[in-house]
């Protein structure tokens, strides 16, 4: 039987070999033969069959061209995707080093203000936890053979993968509603002018205690963030989208294309997440309130957000609004 085997195969081999023009012809029954001979003996024309779905790519059995294709994912994006990760992280230690968690520097004065109600931190934390599992299934699909199967093993990183993708692919329309959520909660809020010119030149306060440039509900470092997610967002979710439905992305290309938009935008969009973080959490003292419970302490407010703070009072002084300030419990 395994002889059988061996001359049908030896005759399937040689029948492609002699039907390409001028190929390097090759021994595929040879102890020391190579999957790259092989490939040589092919020359330039791909092997395809028959199929019956509307991604005509799906039929290529072995198509040369994408060897410089797959080079590309082993080698260059592999940097082009861990680098900004690697690099932001580096450099936030290092700032954190030097500055140290910013505080409150006339302290926590035990009122507090209703800085984001519950449909905004609703929006905001759906957003967060896909982007986060997208971030993290999508760097496996990238890297994980290189960074994560020799520590796990191939069961493991097999079924992890497998699962991953499968949410990848669905946490993926979750997260778009969230993005679109956000946009329509947040926009007017973010729309650039001369009082963030004013926080950029100071720096935002970050680098030296006790500068707090004036701010209103967005300071000029969150709108910042707040385009990148809106941008970088809908990039990917239109890349993403013609991944997964591979006949509207049109050639074999273009879906490689696409596959390279999306993985970095994926990483440029996961470092900036990264910084934001961390000034949500350990790099700024009062800063998770805001997203954790909704409110925020009022020396904190009037620290990194004074204009803001001013038409809260404003609104609150003339009727009985309902962002006043009051007493933390």
């Not at 910013?102 to 302290?107: A, H, K, N, Q, Y």
């Not at 910042?224 to 809106?230: D, K, L, N, R, T």
């Not at 350990?282 to 998770?288: S, Y």
């Given at each position: 039987m395994s002889n059988l085997l061996t001359r049908f195969f030896a005759v399937l081999f040689l029948a492609i070999g002699l039907s390409g023009p001028a190929m390097a012809q090759v021994n595929p029954t040879a102890s020391s033969v190579t999957e790259d001979q092989l490939f040589e003996s092919l020359g330039t024309a791909?092997?395809?069959g028959r199929i019956t779905i509307p991604d005509a790519a799906a039929g290529y059995l072995i198509k040369p061209d994408n060897k410089s294709w797959a080079a590309l994912q082993a080698e260059t994006l592999h940097l082009l995707v861990v680098g900004p990760i690697v690099a932001i992280i580096v450099l936030l230690a290092l700032f954190y080093m030097f500055r140290g968690r910013?505080?409150?520097?006339?302290?926590l004065s035990g009122r507090t203000i209703l800085r984001f109600n519950t449909v905004e931190r609703f929006a905001h934390w759906t957003l967060a936890s896909t982007f986060i599992i997208l971030a993290l299934t999508g760097i496996n699909i990238v890297v994980g053979r290189t960074l994560i199967l020799p520590l796990i093993g191939d069961g493991a990183f097999g079924t992890l993968t497998a699962w991953g993708k499968i949410a990848h692919n669905y946490l993926a329309w979750p997260f778009m509603v969230a993005l679109a959520l956000v946009l329509i909660l947040w926009i007017a809020h973010n729309i650039p002018n001369s009082v963030d010119w004013q926080w950029i030149k100071q720096g935002g306060g970050l680098l030296k205690k006790g500068v707090h440039p004036p701010a209103k509900k967005f300071n000029a470092g969150q709108k910042?963030?707040?385009?990148?997610?809106?941008l970088g967002g809908a990039a990917l979710s239109f890349t993403g989208f013609m991944m997964l439905f591979p006949a509207q992305a049109g050639t074999a290309a273009d879906w490689q294309f696409y596959q390279t938009i999306h993985a970095l935008t994926a990483a440029g969009l996961t470092a900036v997440i990264i910084a934001h973080i961390y000034i949500g959490s350990?790099?700024?003292?009062?800063?998770?309130d805001a997203m954790g419970s909704g409110e925020v302490d009022e020396n904190w407010a009037r620290e990194h957000h004074s204009l803001w703070v001013e038409e809260i009072k404003g609104e609150t002084g003339s009727a009985a609004g309902h962002a006043k300030a009051h007493p933390a419990e």
């Open positions: 791909p092997v395809a910013i505080r409150v520097d006339s302290g910042v963030i707040f385009w990148a997610v809106i350990v790099g700024m003292e009062g800063a998770f």
